[in-house]
C-alpha cells in the first residue's frame, strides 16, 4: 500500500526507533493502528494481524483496503454505520475543528470495538491521520451492567412510587445487611430524628422514629408490627399491611409495609388524621353535642388506661325538659358540653354517656391539677345563658375517682362519687381509686 521507505522519511524523528515504541505501547490496546497518507492514499501499519493484512491486501486502493477491513471485522448490524465512518474523502471536512472522530461498532471477534481516526500534525490541508481500531468490550460491558442496573433501580422506583401513591415518607430496608434507603421524607420526621446524611442501620432507626415521633401509648404496637421476625412470619413476598396510629402531637398516621422480597422491605408513611376524624366523627361523635358518643366509650376507650375518670350531669334536668320542652334541653345539654370540650386537652376525652351524664377521663392528672379543673367546669355551668331560653339556670354535679387504671375499672367508683354530688346538687366530689380497691 505505498513504498515504505518514502513513507518513513517524510517524519522528522528517528522512524525505527519511534515506530517500536508506538508499537510496544499499543500492543495491549489497540486491535489494528495504522498511519494514512491522504496525499498518497499510502497506509503504514503500526499494529495489524493476520487476519488485517489478509483483508488489507485484496483491494486495489486504501479506501477499499480500509472498507473491507471494516466489513469483515463488524457484525451486519453495525456495518452500515462503520463504512460511512471510514470514508476518507470525508475526513478533513470531519476532523476540521477537532483532533479526534470515534465510532463505537459491534465485532464479529473482539465483541465491542472503537474505531478512530487522530489527527497527525498541524498539516493544511490535512495528510496524515492515526487510525485505530481499540477493543471496548469490557467498558462496554461495564456500561451495559451499569445501564441495566440503572433500568432495574428505574423500575424498582416506579413499583415503590406505585405502591406508595401518597405516602409522603417512604424507606427501604434489607435485613440482610439492615441498611436503610430513603426515597422520600418529609421534614418533621426528617427533623425529628435527625437526619443529616446517611442514615442509621434499620433496628437503630426504628427506635429513634417510635421514641421521637409516636404517641406513648401506640408505641409498644407498632414497635411489635415492624419488627423484622413479625414482618417475616406474617407477611408473604408482594403482601402487605396497614397499620394507624398516632404521632407525637396526637394526630393519626397510616404506616404501610410491603414486602418486596425475601430480604427487602419498603415502609411508607402518611399523615391520615383529616381522613380518619372525619370517619371518627361519623361513627364516634355525638351530633348534638360534638364530644364522643356512647359507641366510642364501648370500642375506644373502656380498656384505656387513665389517671381520672370523671362523671358529670346537669342538674334537674327532667325538670328543664318537662317545664320548657326538649328543645331547651338539647341547648342545654350543646352549651355544657362545649365548656367540658374547651376545658380538657387534647389527650382527655369527654364522652357523653348517656342522656345528660357525660363521662370526662383525664390522662396525667394529679389530685390537685383535677380538683381545680373540675371547680372551673362547674363555676363556667353556672354562667351558662341559653339564648332562648334566658330564664333557665344551669348547674352541674360532678364526681370522680383518681388514681391508675383502666377506664372501665374507675367508671363504678367515679359513679358512687356522682351520686354523692347529686344529693348536695352544685358540687364536686373525689374519691381515690386505688384504696377504694382495698
Not at 515506530?19 to 501499519?45: C, G, K, Q, R, W
Not at 465483541?111 to 487522530?118: R, T, Y
Not at 334536668?317 to 345539654?333: P, R, V, W
Request: glycine content about 4%; proline content about 2%.
Amino acid at each position: 500500500m505505498g513504498n515504505y521507505k518514502n513513507f518513513i522519511a517524510d517524519f522528522p524523528v528517528n522512524s525505527a526507533e519511534f515506530f517500536t515504541a508506538i508499537t510496544y505501547a499499543t500492543t495491549e490496546l489497540y486491535i489494528s493502528m495504522h498511519v494514512l497518507d491522504l496525499e498518497n492514499m499510502t497506509a503504514y501499519p503500526i499494529k495489524t494481524n493476520e487476519f488485517i493484512d489478509k483483508f488489507m491486501k485484496c483491494a486495489n486502493t486504501l479506501q477499499a483496503s480500509i472498507t473491507n477491513i471494516m466489513v469483515n471485522l463488524a457484525c451486519p448490524e453495525s456495518v452500515e454505520t462503520i463504512k460511512n465512518f471510514t470514508i476518507l474523502s470525508t475526513l478533513p471536512e470531519r476532523l476540521k475543528n477537532t483532533n479526534v472522530i470515534s465510532e463505537i461498532f459491534h465485532g464479529k471477534i473482539h465483541g465491542w470495538s472503537k474505531a478512530m481516526f487522530v489527527r497527525i500534525g498541524e498539516e493544511k490541508p490535512l495528510r496524515r491521520v492515526l487510525y485505530l481500531v481499540e477493543n471496548v468490550n469490557e467498558q462496554m460491558t461495564k456500561l451495559e451492567q451499569e445501564k441495566e442496573l440503572l433500568e432495574q433501580n428505574r423500575k424498582q422506583q416506579n413499583m415503590i412510587n406505585a405502591l406508595m401513591n401518597g405516602y409522603t415518607s417512604v424507606v427501604g430496608v434489607d435485613f440482610t445487611t439492615e441498611k436503610v434507603e430513603i426515597f422520600r421524607i418529609n421534614d418533621r420526621i426528617k427533623n425529628a430524628l435527625g437526619l443529616t446524611k446517611e442514615p442509621p442501620l434499620f433496628k437503630v432507626l426504628v427506635e429513634k422514629y417510635i421514641n421521637r415521633t409516636v404517641h406513648e401509648e401506640d408505641r409498644d404496637s407498632l414497635r411489635k408490627v415492624i419488627d423484622e421476625s413479625y414482618i417475616k412470619e406474617y407477611l408473604q413476598v408482594g403482601g402487605s399491611l396497614s397499620k394507624i396510629f398516632h404521632n407525637e402531637l396526637g394526630q393519626y398516621v397510616e404506616m404501610k409495609v410491603v414486602r418486596t422480597g425475601e430480604e427487602s422491605i419498603v415502609f411508607g408513611f402518611t399523615n391520615k388524621n383529616s381522613e380518619i376524624t372525619e370517619i371518627n366523627d361519623k361513627i364516634y361523635k355525638d351530633s348534638l353535642t360534638q364530644v364522643m358518643n356512647r359507641k366510642y366509650f364501648d370500642d375506644k376507650l373502656s380498656s384505656r388506661n387513665s389517671q381520672a375518670v370523671v362523671m358529670a350531669d346537669i342538674d334537674f334536668f327532667k325538670e328543664i325538659n318537662d317545664n320548657y320542652g326538649h328543645q331547651c334541653g338539647d341547648a342545654a345539654l350543646a352549651a355544657v358540653a362545649s365548656i367540658l370540650r374547651f376545658s380538657v386537652r387534647n389527650l382527655d376525652r369527654v364522652v357523653r354517656y348517656g342522656g345528660d351524664e357525660f363521662l370526662i377521663s383525664f390522662r396525667n392528672i394529679s389530685h390537685k391539677v383535677l380538683k381545680i379543673r373540675l371547680e372551673q367546669m362547674r363555676a363556667e355551668a353556672e354562667k351558662i345563658i341559653l339564648q332562648d331560653y334566658p330564664d333557665v339556670k344551669l348547674t352541674m354535679s360532678f364526681g370522680g375517682t383518681f388514681g391508675d387504671g383502666t377506664v372501665s375499672d374507675m367508671l363504678s367508683f367515679a359513679d358512687k362519687a356522682l351520686y354523692v354530688s347529686k344529693k348536695k346538687r352544685n358540687c364536686v366530689t373525689l374519691v381515690p381509686f386505688e384504696s377504694l380497691i382495698k
